[in-house]
């Protein structure tokens, strides 16, 4: 199982203090470092020092790390226009040595997009669609060939398909738990579905539905990556996770019972039920950015009983 860590850096965290976590999770073996794609806080609290875009840090880190993978859960198809986010995108993959993944989604969050005035469509399916459409044309257009496409929602005319991504292909990822439109687009696009923050009794659910989308279309469902996300607050001892749930706002009995939490025994328990249910990839997000010693704790007590 791979243990990832995914991150919210929209409830407050600077480029450094990324770049600190990014590279603590590097240095403890953890398979990659994800961050969200939102510009606006959920909830009250402090709101500096406010957003930082999700393409420009990952840029930053590509640099700045050696090893680790790098991605989003989720890009807003909303944010950037698809022929320009494939550049961006392939361009950060170069940066980096070719470990970016990319995670794709409709967008969801009405406010944000009131507060940088980005244009909010009710409908976002179609769109979010099309992007992946073009995203995997352009990338996949061999070199010295034109791409163009005519949809209902972009248009693009001779475009020549550049840069291309290192990795061929790219790993894409979709999540959602979408019971028809969510599963058929995974199985045509996504080298990983992600099931993020499910109720615990739907991941084998969710999971059937996608692996049924790929035997529709012919695909090797075991050909699909199958990850989830779930909060992590790992203690030591029942003091430590209360102390670590605290400072999240949170309440231990609903990170218990919602996310992963609880000491390293526990939580090395939650995730083998979960390999039982074919997961593989489990994304911890850790919402306290700062605190560094909460990815110590879980890479010395509980990778080594995980991973392999």
Known sequence: MDLRIFTEP????????????????????????????????????????????????????????TTIRLGTLVTS??????GMLAVQVAQVDAMSGGRVEFGL????????????????????????EEQLEIITGLWGTPVGERFSY???????TDSPALPKPVQHPLPIIIGGGGARRTPRLAARFAHEYNQGFPEKSSVPVLRD?????????????????QSVAFVACVGADDAE??????????????????????TPGEVVDGLRALAGHGITRVYLQCLDMLDLEHLDLIAAEVMPHVTW
């Open 209 to 225: 539905r996608v692996r049924r989308a790929c035997e529709e279309i012919g695909r090797d469902p075991d050909t699909m990556v």
């Open 77 to 82: 198809a909303t944010f950037r226009l698809p």
């Open 241 to 262: 996770v209360a102390r670590r749930a605290a400072a999240i706002g949170r309440e231990v009995a609903e990170l218990r019972e919602h996310g992963l939490a609880g």
């Open 150 to 156: 005519d949809g209902a929602h972009y248009q693009l």
């Open 10 to 65: 929209q409830q407050g965290a600077s480029y450094d203090t990324q770049l600190a976590l990014a590279r603590r999770a590097e240095d403890l073996g953890f398979d990659a470092f994800f961050r969200s794609d939102h510009f606006l806080r959920m909830g009250g609290g402090d709101p500096l020092p406010g957003p930082t875009d999700s393409w420009v840090t990952l840029a930053g880190l590509a640099r700045e790390t």
């Open 105 to 128: 989604g409709a967008g969801w969050m009405a406010a944000e997009h009131t507060a940088y005035g980005v244009p909010f469509p009710e409908k976002r399916f179609g769109l979010f």
